[in-house]
């Protein structure tokens, strides 16, 4: 018989440390006060000697420690780690949770040498990703949570990689690490554990082609506020699958709460492992759960994509709203004439001739960009529906030749996600690189980063989705051989450039287009217009309807479906950086891309050759140039949208407190 | 921003508010609507729309109602009627004008005593001591003196009582008609102009023969009816026309098409759109004595069936758009798309008259192009699954010219010419898309505008015979890349950035 499965419980403070050790947790996580996600309230996390009681404290019980640095870092944020990741090298935690790729370069560096556990916000959802992390020293994978036990037994199988999974509590709508929405719009990254949960906001449908609301059952108001998981009821399941850790959510909660919690899964797990044969889930058990609840429960993604079932739609059970809907800011005259971002440069670099890279969602759309002056384009996967949906090896066959022809770059993308058999489409993409012979191939997560690597002749592009904030892990990337990175796109500008200017690798930032602010295997089609998920064969509702989410400020978030069924809800602006070409020019921006999927034919190319025309002129005579007002009417004229900052004006910044 | 308050109370007839609203609205005045209890069940009653919920909740719902956007969260405010103390209970709240429509006796009783004993009461009471502009739009019959007295005591105070009494005027043709009269009625009162109903004038009859034209439209099949919206925009460069549309479609009948293009004429049509070449012929025969102007498309050649004298001038009243691309810039565009293309295999429709037009066409820029070519006539399905048996040599192309049963036929032409790795050049869009190589069309769209165009031309005075007939003037370009890639073919990049559609 396998190994048992460890029971792993979350801790804030000392007492919840004594009651969930009690309550019988092999292993515990905690954070400091610093570097680390959960830091809303002082009096929760750890000092350094509280850390080193708490490890002093567990080990001789039986019980590990895990230290949360699961935070993503700026670069000075980075600095103020090394003593205290030297600290932990001295007490020796029984592992370390990180997010942050330029943690392992950090640690390299010190000569810290402590266990990797690769953090849930990785996003780590294929077997390439795992194998990547595993030569980057990385001992344990905490899964994405968008994982069912079934990918989980197949990845474990061929990877060996130990695996966390999240079994109880608080989850997230939006794929792990992969949500923006707090950050460009709060300035609080959820990604920096600071999610002010947009996804809990009250929302209505609407239907972009009619017009119209879609109605909406009363009540049903909270459209992607995702129940908790609850996986008391599953024990041989989750053993079977080979997972080696339950993890419990919840480092911000109560002794008494996460007391009950633990000790109703140890008694679950204590009795299995004591007689698999006679093993039945305890009602008296499940009930104590269950009256304890937050939200309602759901076993989320573990057996199947959940759909409706997972969300809580009259957001009775709600405990807290952490916010709710703000109108987003608009580019106004004002900010033109004011040259906003000219004050946040604060040395100049300018890289030699920007690039202008246009991403599209079909050919003919590549061939617009290339008549409107792009000098790369982007095509290939995700795309989105309403698009058009795919490329055949045709399409990308001839948008090849088609760029060699006109002397442009072709890269071809890969979805941000790539779970089980998503993977096995980038893999023959990838087979067929040798014919189609493109420039560059953009990896958007490390599975398909690792996959990448392997191809010859390829420059190798890395998305904005592998979170880069700091120059560690620009470095690490570096390494594994990536030419290019993007911009993380909720971080504050000023950061950004920081970065641009530190790096080794020339960045791309986003310039233009709608913003993802989350992405999620939750189908609002399929959910709201059927009441199920693809799996349950919907009607495909996605190909004939455009629909949109509005916030209770009326603004609307436009939802388009991808290939592989994800939805991506964006921001309600549209980004357009056209006004302030300068000073990202000045501050080092390698290339600005303009994402354009969603544009028709018709737009693109007008929109792709303002944005040649502002970067030539800049590059001719920076100091010379002067944005014309008349270029923003045209631009706004030309694709109707309210166009916004990103999270470059307001987007997410390093508080000094945290330092 | 103008403000107005539109009260609603259970008097009968809330289409009267609805339409109203809908005009403030899209007016640009911001609405605060106050509905009384019983103006409420009138409501459920008349429109089926059961109030529910909370304030919230009911603003969405009338804003359904009333064709308001739900993102709208400005110009549309509902107040509850109880709410003595909102805003418009008050005077220094400066609102342009109120009307309650439509207004029940009792509501009329209480605003000409002064009761004020809910918001509309109030908001009525409050509009009248500022001085500021008050419609009210009883419906009751008969009027008892009561009533009459109270009316009469709003008059007094400078209200407006303009009961609903629709006029018959302006010939109304639906509920809808009558409904808008009065609303339309009331929207004059605040000033504003509308187009609900056409206002009565002596010059009316005059005026309507100048602007308001009937135009047959003599439609063979629904899948043509591309041509039809095509022909409408096109038509509306003659600006300050109005044009009604009598729309017949036989659906593929051709001997109905006598019948319906005998009615038109005799519904005396001031010009027909006919589409299709058979639809052109009939029209054109029922039309001829009577001399009323015939515009057709697509038509492959006008000439040829008869219905011009020449390309330059039909010399009669009929002129059009044929639908014919050139055959030079179709195998051009072939031999650009596949450079290899030493032999043309047509296969064409037999009996049909389209199909042998443009194959003479075909023969002539296939011999100046010098493409040795092969003709294939097809009258049953039955000859396509023999031409599948048969073998061609590389440098072989299949050519099909306007054909039906050849393009219903389709996929088994598609399905050899994949089997053999050889191209095939279709007459249709779907063709493409079903995996024929490429095809140089002319879009129904488009021609349809040129057809309209020609129309508003002959409506302001040209005659039809001075109107050449026109050709397609930019046909669309469209590509399959799944079958070019399938033929190891190399896409020129000039090519795909002329093809309109790409598959």
Same mark, same amino acid.
């Given at each position: 018989?396998?190994?048992?499965?460890?029971?792993?419980?979350?801790?804030?403070?000392?007492?919840?440390?004594?009651?969930?050790?009690?309550?019988?947790?092999?292993?515990?996580?905690?954070?400091?006060?610093?570097?680390?996600?959960?830091?809303?309230?002082?009096?929760?996390?750890?000092?350094?000697?509280?850390?080193?009681?708490?490890?002093?404290?567990?080990?001789?019980?039986?019980?590990?420690?895990?230290?949360?640095?699961?935070?993503?870092?700026?670069?000075?944020?980075?600095?103020?780690?090394?003593?205290?990741?030297?600290?932990?090298?001295?007490?020796?935690?029984?592992?370390?949770?990180?997010?942050?790729?330029?943690?392992?370069?950090?640690?390299?560096?010190?000569?810290?040498?402590?266990?990797?556990?690769?953090?849930?916000?990785?996003?780590?959802?294929?077997?390439?990703?795992?194998?990547?992390?595993?030569?980057?020293?990385?001992?344990?994978?905490?899964?994405?949570?968008?994982?069912?036990?079934?990918?989980?037994?197949?990845?474990?199988?061929?990877?060996?990689?130990?695996?966390?999974?999240?079994?109880?509590?608080?989850?997230?709508?939006?794929?792990?690490?992969?949500?923006?929405?707090?950050?460009?719009?709060?300035?609080?990254?959820?990604?920096?554990?600071?999610?002010?949960?947009?996804?809990?906001?009250?929302?209505?449908?609407?239907?972009?082609?009619?017009?119209?609301?879609?109605?909406?059952?009363?009540?049903?108001?909270?459209?992607?506020?995702?129940?908790?998981?609850?996986?008391?009821?599953?024990?041989?399941?989750?053993?079977?699958?080979?997972?080696?850790?339950?993890?419990?959510?919840?480092?911000?909660?109560?002794?008494?709460?996460?007391?009950?919690?633990?000790?109703?899964?140890?008694?679950?797990?204590?009795?299995?492992?004591?007689?698999?044969?006679?093993?039945?889930?305890?009602?008296?058990?499940?009930?104590?759960?269950?009256?304890?609840?937050?939200?309602?429960?759901?076993?989320?993604?573990?057996?199947?994509?959940?759909?409706?079932?997972?969300?809580?739609?009259?957001?009775?059970?709600?405990?807290?709203?952490?916010?709710?809907?703000?109108?987003?800011?608009?580019?106004?005259?004002?900010?033109?004439?004011?040259?906003?971002?000219?004050?946040?440069?604060?040395?100049?670099?300018?890289?030699?001739?920007?690039?202008?890279?246009?991403?599209?969602?079909?050919?003919?759309?590549?061939?617009?960009?290339?008549?409107?002056?792009?000098?790369?384009?982007?095509?290939?996967?995700?795309?989105?529906?309403?698009?058009?949906?795919?490329?055949?090896?045709?399409?990308?066959?001839?948008?090849?030749?088609?760029?060699?022809?006109?002397?442009?770059?072709?890269?071809?993308?890969?979805?941000?996600?790539?779970?089980?058999?998503?993977?096995?489409?980038?893999?023959?993409?990838?087979?067929?690189?040798?014919?189609?012979?493109?420039?560059?191939?953009?990896?958007?997560?490390?599975?398909?980063?690792?996959?990448?690597?392997?191809?010859?002749?390829?420059?190798?592009?890395?998305?904005?989705?592998?979170?880069?904030?700091?120059?560690?892990?620009?470095?690490?990337?570096?390494?594994?051989?990536?030419?290019?990175?993007?911009?993380?796109?909720?971080?504050?500008?000023?950061?950004?450039?920081?970065?641009?200017?530190?790096?080794?690798?020339?960045?791309?930032?986003?310039?233009?287009?709608?913003?993802?602010?989350?992405?999620?295997?939750?189908?609002?089609?399929?959910?709201?217009?059927?009441?199920?998920?693809?799996?349950?064969?919907?009607?495909?509702?996605?190909?004939?309807?455009?629909?949109?989410?509005?916030?209770?400020?009326?603004?609307?978030?436009?939802?388009?479906?991808?290939?592989?069924?994800?939805?991506?809800?964006?921001?309600?602006?549209?980004?357009?950086?056209?006004?302030?070409?300068?000073?990202?020019?000045?501050?080092?921006?390698?290339?600005?891309?303009?994402?354009?999927?969603?544009?028709?034919?018709?737009?693109?190319?007008?929109?792709?050759?303002?944005?040649?025309?502002?970067?030539?002129?800049?590059?001719?005579?920076?100091?010379?140039?002067?944005?014309?007002?008349?270029?923003?009417?045209?631009?706004?004229?030309?694709?109707?949208?309210?166009?916004?900052?990103?999270?470059?004006?307001?987007?997410?910044?390093?508080?000094?407190?945290?330092? | 921003?103008?403000?107005?308050?539109?009260?609603?109370?259970?008097?009968?007839?809330?289409?009267?508010?609805?339409?109203?609203?809908?005009?403030?609205?899209?007016?640009?005045?911001?609405?605060?609507?106050?509905?009384?209890?019983?103006?409420?069940?009138?409501?459920?009653?008349?429109?089926?729309?059961?109030?529910?919920?909370?304030?919230?909740?009911?603003?969405?719902?009338?804003?359904?109602?009333?064709?308001?956007?739900?993102?709208?969260?400005?110009?549309?405010?509902?107040?509850?009627?109880?709410?003595?103390?909102?805003?418009?209970?008050?005077?220094?709240?400066?609102?342009?004008?109120?009307?309650?429509?439509?207004?029940?006796?009792?509501?009329?009783?209480?605003?000409?005593?002064?009761?004020?004993?809910?918001?509309?009461?109030?908001?009525?009471?409050?509009?009248?001591?500022?001085?500021?502009?008050?419609?009210?739009?009883?419906?009751?019959?008969?009027?008892?003196?009561?009533?009459?007295?109270?009316?009469?005591?709003?008059?007094?105070?400078?209200?407006?009582?303009?009961?609903?009494?629709?006029?018959?005027?302006?010939?109304?043709?639906?509920?809808?008609?009558?409904?808008?009269?009065?609303?339309?009625?009331?929207?004059?009162?605040?000033?504003?102009?509308?187009?609900?109903?056409?206002?009565?004038?002596?010059?009316?009859?005059?005026?309507?023969?100048?602007?308001?034209?009937?135009?047959?439209?003599?439609?063979?099949?629904?899948?043509?009816?591309?041509?039809?919206?095509?022909?409408?925009?096109?038509?509306?460069?003659?600006?300050?026309?109005?044009?009604?549309?009598?729309?017949?479609?036989?659906?593929?009948?051709?001997?109905?098409?006598?019948?319906?293009?005998?009615?038109?004429?005799?519904?005396?049509?001031?010009?027909?759109?006919?589409?299709?070449?058979?639809?052109?012929?009939?029209?054109?025969?029922?039309?001829?004595?009577?001399?009323?102007?015939?515009?057709?498309?697509?038509?492959?050649?006008?000439?040829?069936?008869?219905?011009?004298?020449?390309?330059?001038?039909?010399?009669?009243?009929?002129?059009?758009?044929?639908?014919?691309?050139?055959?030079?810039?179709?195998?051009?565009?072939?031999?650009?798309?596949?450079?290899?293309?030493?032999?043309?295999?047509?296969?064409?429709?037999?009996?049909?008259?389209?199909? *042998? %037009? @443009?194959?003479?066409?075909? !023969?002539?820029?296939?011999?100046?192009?010098?493409? /040795?070519?092969?003709? &294939?006539? =097809?009258? *049953? %399905? @039955?000859?396509?699954?023999? !031409?599948?048996?048969?073998?061609?040599?590389?440098? /072989?192309?299949?050519? &099909?010219? =306007?054909?039906?049963?050849?393009?219903?036929?389709?996929?088994?032409?598609?399905?050899?010419?994949?089997?053999?790795?050889?191209?095939?050049?279709?007459?249709?869009?779907?063709?493409?898309?079903?995996?024929?190589?490429?095809?140089?069309?002319?879009?129904?769209?488009?021609?349809?505008?040129?057809?309209?165009?020609?129309?508003?031309?002959?409506?302001?005075?040209?005659?039809?015979?001075?109107?050449?007939?026109?050709?397609?003037?930019?046909?669309?370009?469209?590509?399959?890349?799944?079958?070019?890639?399938?033929?190891?073919?190399?896409?020129?990049?000039?090519?795909?950035?002329?093809?309109?559609?790409?598959?």
């Amino acid at each position: 018989m396998q190994q048992k499965m460890e029971l792993l419980a979350p801790v804030g403070r000392w007492d919840v440390l004594e009651a969930v050790v009690e309550a019988g947790a092999d292993a515990v996580y905690l954070g400091a006060k610093k570097h680390n996600m959960r830091m809303f309230r002082s009096d929760f996390n750890f000092t350094e000697e509280e850390i080193a009681a708490a490890i002093k404290y567990a080990r001789p019980r039986g019980v590990k420690v895990y230290i949360t640095v699961n935070n993503l870092l700026f670069d000075q944020e980075m600095e103020d780690l090394k003593p205290y990741l030297k600290f932990l090298g001295k007490v020796k935690p029984d592992a370390l949770i990180m997010q942050d790729l330029g943690v392992i370069t950090v640690m390299r560096e010190l000569g810290v040498t402590l266990p990797l556990h690769a953090s849930v916000m990785m996003n780590v959802h294929n077997e390439p990703a795992i194998k990547l992390l595993s030569e980057q020293g990385v001992s344990r994978v905490i899964l994405s949570r968008d994982i069912s036990l079934m990918e989980a037994k197949q990845l474990l199988k061929n990877t060996g990689m130990e695996l966390e999974y999240f079994t109880h509590g608080d989850m997230c709508l939006c794929q792990s690490g992969q949500c923006y929405h707090s950050g460009m719009v709060f300035g609080e990254s959820s990604n920096r554990g600071r999610c002010m949960k947009t996804c809990r906001w009250a929302f209505g449908l609407w239907d972009r082609e009619q017009e119209a609301a879609v109605a909406l059952p009363r009540g049903k108001k909270y459209l992607l506020a995702v129940k908790d998981m609850c996986m008391l009821n599953f024990i041989p399941e989750l053993h079977d699958s080979g997972i080696c850790s339950l993890k419990i959510e919840g480092r911000m909660r109560t002794a008494d709460y996460l007391g009950t919690v633990v000790g109703i899964y140890r008694r679950a797990l204590d009795r299995y492992y004591e007689d698999p044969l006679g093993y039945a889930v305890d009602a008296r058990d499940f009930k104590e759960l269950h009256d304890k609840r937050v939200r309602d429960f759901s076993s989320m993604y573990a057996f199947k994509n959940p759909g409706s079932l997972s969300i809580g739609y009259s957001g009775e059970r709600e405990p807290r709203f952490f916010s709710y809907a703000v109108r987003e800011k608009e580019i106004t005259q004002k900010d033109i004439e004011d040259q906003v971002f000219s004050h946040q440069v604060e040395k100049e670099k300018r890289a030699h001739n920007p690039k202008l890279a246009v991403r599209v969602g079909n050919i003919k759309g590549m061939v617009e960009a290339v008549k409107g002056g792009a000098d790369c384009v982007y095509i290939g996967g995700e795309s989105f529906i309403t698009s058009g949906g795919s490329w055949s090896s045709a399409d990308l066959y001839y948008a090849m030749s088609y760029g060699r022809a006109r002397g442009v770059e072709v890269v071809v993308t890969t979805p941000r996600i790539t779970q089980g058999r998503e993977m096995e489409k980038v893999r023959e993409l990838f087979f067929q690189m040798e014919t189609l012979k493109p420039s560059g191939v953009m990896a958007a997560n490390l599975g398909t980063l690792y996959l990448a690597r392997r191809l010859k002749n390829v420059d190798l592009y890395g998305d904005y989705s592998l979170n880069v904030i700091n120059r560690w892990s620009v470095e690490l990337l570096k390494k594994l051989g990536v030419k290019q990175l993007t911009l993380q796109p909720e971080i504050n500008f000023r950061h950004g450039s920081q970065l641009m200017q530190n790096s080794q690798v020339p960045f791309e930032v986003l310039a233009h287009g709608p913003l993802t602010a989350m992405i999620t295997d939750h189908c609002l089609h399929a959910a709201l217009g059927e009441g199920f998920t693809r799996t349950d064969v919907c009607s495909l509702s996605c190909r004939e309807k455009k629909l949109s989410l509005l916030d209770e400020k009326a603004q609307e978030h436009h939802v388009e479906v991808d290939e592989d069924c994800r939805n991506h809800i964006f921001l309600a602006n549209e980004l357009a950086l056209l006004p302030f070409l300068r000073d990202f020019i000045q501050s080092g921006v390698a290339s600005f891309r303009l994402e354009l999927r969603t544009y028709s034919p018709e737009e693109i190319q007008p929109l792709t050759s303002l944005y040649r025309k502002h970067m030539d002129m800049i590059n001719n005579d920076p100091k010379k140039y002067h944005f014309d007002l008349k270029d923003w009417v045209k631009l706004k004229k030309l694709h109707k949208a309210a166009y916004g900052f990103g999270g470059y004006l307001k987007g997410v910044k390093v508080r000094t407190r945290d330092l | 921003m103008k403000k107005i308050i539109v009260g609603v109370t259970g008097a009968s007839g809330i289409d009267y508010a609805r339409i109203l609203v809908r005009e403030l609205y899209r007016k640009d005045y911001t609405v605060y609507l106050i509905i009384t209890g019983p103006g409420k069940i009138v409501m459920e009653k008349e429109s089926g729309l059961k109030l529910s919920g909370n304030l919230e909740d009911q603003e969405r719902q009338l804003k359904n109602f009333f064709e308001i956007p739900l993102k709208e969260d400005r110009r549309f405010v509902l107040l509850e009627n109880e709410d003595i103390a909102a805003s418009v209970a008050s005077g220094s709240f400066k609102v342009e004008a109120m009307v309650v429509i439509p207004c029940s006796m009792a509501t009329v009783s209480s605003i000409a005593r002064g009761s004020s004993q809910d918001l509309l009461e109030r908001a009525a009471d409050v509009v009248i001591k500022e001085g500021r502009r008050l419609i009210v739009v009883p419906r009751e019959t008969p009027l008892s003196r009561i009533h009459l007295e109270n009316l009469l005591q709003l008059s007094r105070v400078g209200a407006t009582v303009l009961p609903a009494m629709p006029a018959f005027y302006h010939n109304p043709g639906s509920v809808e008609d009558l409904v808008g009269f009065v609303s339309g009625r009331v929207l004059e009162h605040l000033g504003l102009e509308h187009d609900l109903y056409q206002p009565w004038s002596p010059e009316r009859s005059r005026v309507d023969t100048e602007s308001s034209y009937n135009i047959g439209i003599l439609q063979l099949t629904s899948h043509l009816d591309d041509t039809v919206e095509g022909f409408k925009e096109g038509i509306s460069i003659f600006k300050k026309a109005e044009f009604n549309y009598d729309y017949r479609n036989v659906e593929g009948n051709v001997p109905q098409l006598a019948a319906e293009a005998e009615d038109l004429v005799n519904r005396g049509m001031d010009l027909i759109f006919a589409c299709t070449t058979p639809a052109a012929k009939f029209a054109a025969g029922a039309a001829g004595g009577k001399g009323i102007p015939v515009v057709f498309t697509p038509v492959l050649d006008p000439v040829k069936v008869g219905l011009a004298a020449s390309w330059e001038s039909s010399e009669n009243n009929c002129t059009g758009v044929s639908g014919l691309v050139s055959s030079e810039q179709k195998l051009t565009r072939f031999k650009e798309l596949y450079p290899g293309l030493r032999k043309l295999v047509v296969v064409f429709e037999g009996e049909n008259p389209n199909a *042998s %037009i @443009e194959l003479e066409y075909v !023969l002539k820029a296939a011999a100046r192009m010098r493409l /040795t070519v092969q003709t &294939v006539e =097809v009258t *049953s %399905i @039955e000859d396509l699954k023999a !031409l599948a048996k048969k073998k061609f040599y590389a440098g /072989t192309g299949f050519f &099909v010219p =306007v054909s039906p049963l050849v393009e219903q036929n389709i996929t088994w032409l598609i399905q050899q010419a994949r089997e053999q790795k050889l191209p095939l050049m279709a007459p249709n869009e779907d063709a493409v898309k079903k995996g024929a190589l490429l095809g140089l069309v002319a879009g129904h769209y488009d021609l349809g505008i040129e057809a309209g165009k020609m129309a508003a031309e002959i409506l302001q005075g040209k005659d039809p015979s001075d109107i050449p007939i026109g050709r397609p003037e930019d046909p669309d370009l469209i590509i399959n890349l799944t079958t070019a890639m399938h033929l190891k073919l190399d896409i020129p990049a000039h090519l795909l950035e002329q093809a309109s559609a790409i598959y």
